[in-house]
Nanobody, 119 residues
Framework: QVQLVESGGGLVQAGGSLRLSCAASGSFRSINSMGWHRQAPGKQRELVAAITSGGIINYADSVKGRFTISRDNAKNTVYLQMNSLKPEDTAVYYC?????????????WGQGTQVTVSS
């Protein structure tokens, strides 16, 4: 089985910072891309940031310049450093990863972590 475990969410004032972490564990051959999505109440889940195994990064326009995604391949962990947080960043943040097991790859998701930014 493969499991993604997130940590680091919480309540912060506008302008503050939070750092999310997501560690993959279990039996697998390799991890392709890893990333973060978020879903606010009444809205669709959206991509926040993603990073490939080779380090290619993609950000949503709304977080460019404020959020930084990184990964530690040795620890199978992806991070999201969130600075200059805004109330509109409030959402449940989900870690996702494209993980290769045996002959095929599948997408896995964490349980989500709540980020609340107060004004």
């Amino acid at each position: 089985q493969v499991q993604l475990v997130e940590s680091g969410g919480g309540l912060v004032q506008a302008g503050g910072s939070l750092r999310l972490s997501c560690a993959a564990s279990g039996s697998f051959r390799s991890i392709n891309s890893m990333g973060w999505h978020r879903q606010a109440p009444g809205k669709q889940r959206e991509l926040v940031a993603a990073i490939t195994s080779g380090g290619i990064i993609n950000y949503a326009d709304s977080v460019k310049g404020r959020f930084t995604i990184s990964r530690d391949n040795a620890k199978n962990t992806v991070y999201l450093q969130m600075n200059s947080l805004k109330p509109e960043d409030t959402a449940v943040y989900y870690c996702g990863a494209d993980i290769r097991r045996a002959l095929s790859s599948h997408e896995y998701w964490g349980q989500g972590t709540q980020v609340t930014v107060s004004s």
